[in-house]
Structures are given as structure tokens and as C-alpha cells.
């Protein structure tokens, strides 16, 4: 992707009024980055939260991406894609798991920096805005998975957002909670002159009506502290979940477990336990009590707001369809794979909560 970018900066940086967008693909599942790129983590420790014990207790859980099943329901590999393991036996391969990851965060940084290198050569870099965000993060032993991301939890949804703006603060970290949408808004607002200009009256409200997003325009060029009062985070691929992110804590209710055996509802003290191993649902249920109100303050809202045709919430559209997308029609042949690979607890477990699966 990024030598076509390169190709058109080329031509077109030092023109006026260009928008240009680049996805690249790189980190993510199949962790390929290329050969010769090298092992640039080889000689960088695993993380201490990590241990033999924790791995031994992964390879004992059920559901895709497990510690014995990376290949999502089963431990195939790919001889194209050396940097990715089948399965997590033991730290070394945690280790090549870890690495191949950090190396493609590498490789993609290394990409955008030619980016960013262009537009100082072409002289444009101080009066260009350049922002740099993900659209998901990833479980690396998080709640038992690796490799994926999976759930409604604080890891796969926290993104990264670097934001460099002509006239904004440099080197300024914000903490807070926002959504990625609330770019939208910040955008807006940052160009709301010239979109008066351009646009009716009438188009520019159909769009703000449109609009679910807060402006953190301020926080780019003042530094004030904006942030949401909580966060809900939703999952309905892999799992369906909804999640509450609230001063330190997250809660994560499950509606479809995905065959991980989640119980109902979880609770993480994030600044404790940032790895989300340590479930204080049971032991917490006034904090428990105080998310729900949260969560239905929120679906309450949303439902209000359900775009003109729709009348029910879509996470409970895809438990009717049979449960989320890379889930169904699985089981039965993961019951098996279970029992094949000294699972037979968590097999049987499974065939009870799902009969109509069998």
C-alpha cells in the first residue's frame, strides 16, 4: 500500500486541499511479516506477567484462539507464515508468538515513517495534519486468548490515536475516554467554517443529527481534559458481549460466549490487574450494579436513536440468527478437537450449554 501512497505524494503533496487516507494491513493475523525484515525483538524479554503455570492453565480452555487452538478452532500452521505458531506449549513459543507480533507493529511504523519522510521532503510536513489510529487491538494471553481479538475487553478495544495537527500541542498525552467516532465531531468542528461555507443550512443539520460523536478539538490545541463518563464496547463477531470501561474498572456481561465458557458477567480493577486475570464479579456487586445502570442507560438511548427501519438492537438480531459469525456451526466439530486434546471437561461443559448445537 504504502509505495502507491508514496507514488501519489509524489505527485500531489504540494498541492492544496488533498485527503489521503492508507490502510495497511500489518499487525495482524498471520503475523508475515516479510524475512528479511529480520527479528528486531529477538534478544527483548518476554513480559513478566507471563509464566509456564499460566500457559498450562490456557492449554486446559476452551473456545478459538485458545492457548492449543491459535488456528482459531484447531493447531494447523502455515509454512508461509514461519512468525505465527500453531500453539502455545510452552514460552518459546509464546515468545515467536510475541515477536511476530512486535515486528509487525514494527514493519508498519517502519512503512509510515517513509510517509512521513515524504512529506518533509516535499517540504509540506508543518502544515500537514497527519493522523495515525487502528481500528482493534489484540489479546496476547488476555482472558486465556492469543492472537485475535475477540472480545469486548479493554485490550482489543483500546486504539492507538496520535494526532499531529499545524497549530496543535506537541508531545501532549491525553487521558480520557472517547471513542474513535468522536473524531468525526473533533473534525467538525475544527472545519466548521468551511463547511458553513460549502454546504446548506439544511445538509449541515441533517448531519449533525447524524452525529454520535463528542469534539476533542480542545484537547489538540488547548490540552483540556474532555472525557466521556464511561465507555461501552461491543462484540458481536466472535462473541457477543457488551462491555462497560469506567474509572479503573471494566465489565464485560456476555451474551454468546463463543464457546469460551465466559461466565455471565466479569468484572477487572484495570489499574490492578491490566491483564484481566483476576474476575471480581462475584466479590464486587455494587460495582457490578453500578455498570448495568450504565449499560442500560446506554441501550435506552441508543434504541431512541435506531436509524429509520430498524426496531431491534442488532446484538439481539445476531443471537437470533444463531449466535456470532465465527461461532456458528462450529461446535460440533470443536467438541471433538475438545476431547481429542484432553479437553473433555470443558467438551462436555460446552454440549450442556449449547444442546441445540449437537
Known amino acids: 500500500m504504502v509505495p502507491s501512497a508514496l507514488e501519489w505524494l509524489n505527485k500531489n503533496a504540494e498541492s492544496d486541499n488533498w ?15 516479510p524475512s528479511d525484515f529480520g527479528d528486531p525483538f529477538e534478544n527483548s524479554p518476554i513480559p513478566g506477567w507471563y509464566n509456564e503455570e499460566l500457559i498450562k492453565r490456557h492449554r486446559k480452555l476452551a473456545g478459538p484462539h485458545t492457548a492449543q487452538d491459535l488456528n482459531m478452532y484447531d493447531n494447523r500452521e502455515d509454512p508461509r507464515f514461519p512468525r505465527q505458531p500453531g500453539e502455545i506449549k510452552n514460552m518459546n513459543d509464546l515468545k515467536q508468538l510475541i515477536d511476530g507480533y512486535d515486528t509487525g507493529i514494527r514493519y508498519a511504523d517502519f512503512w509510515i515513517g517513509k510517509i512521513i519522510d515524504m512529506l518533509k521532503e516535499k517540504r509540506v510536513y508543518e502544515n500537514t495534519a497527519v493522523i495515525i489510529s487502528a481500528d482493534h487491538g489484540e489479546n496476547i494471553g488476555e482472558l486465556g486468548i492469543y492472537a485475535e481479538h475477540a472480545t469486548a475487553d479493554n485490550i482489543t478495544s483500546r486504539i492507538p490515536l496520535i494526532i499531529k495537527w499545524p497549530g496543535g500541542l506537541k508531545s501532549h498525552v491525553h487521558q480520557g475516554f472517547l471513542y474513535n467516532l468522536d473524531l468525526i465531531s473533533t473534525l467538525y468542528e475544527i472545519f466548521e467554517s468551511e463547511i458553513k461555507s460549502k454546504f446548506s443550512e439544511e ?50 456481561r456476555s451474551y454468546h460466549d463463543g464457546y469460551h465458557l465466559f461466565p455471565k458477567e466479569m468484572l477487572f480493577n484495570l489499574k490492578e490487574d491490566p491483564h484481566e486475570r483476576n474476575d471480581i464479579a462475584k466479590e464486587s456487586p455494587e460495582i457490578c450494579r453500578e455498570a448495568l445502570s450504565y449499560l442500560n442507560e446506554w441501550h435506552d438511548e441508543m434504541m431512541k436513536e435506531l436509524p429509520e427501519g430498524y426496531q431491534v438492537d442488532p446484538l439481539q438480531t445476531v443471537l437470533k440468527e444463531g449466535g456470532p459469525y465465527h461461532a456458528r456451526g462450529h461446535l460440533k466439530t470443536y467438541y471433538e478437537r475438545l476431547k481429542e486434546t484432553g479437553r473433555e471437561k470443558a467438551a462436555e461443559e460446552l454440549k450442556r450449554k449449547y444442546p441445540a448445537e449437537f
Open 19 to 33: 485527503f489521503l487516507h492508507v490502510n495497511v494491513w500489518d499487525p495482524h493475523t498471520p503475523y508475515r511479516t
Open 203 to 252: 445538509y449541515i443539520q441533517m448531519f449533525k443529527k447524524e452525529m454520535d460523536g463528542i469534539s476533542f478539538a480542545d484537547v489538540i490545541f488547548k490540552g483540556e481534559k474532555i472525557s466521556r463518563k464511561y465507555l461501552i464496547l461491543s462484540q458481536m463477531a466472535h462473541v457477543c458481549q457488551r462491555s462497560v470501561r469506567f474509572d479503573d474498572w471494566i465489565y464485560m
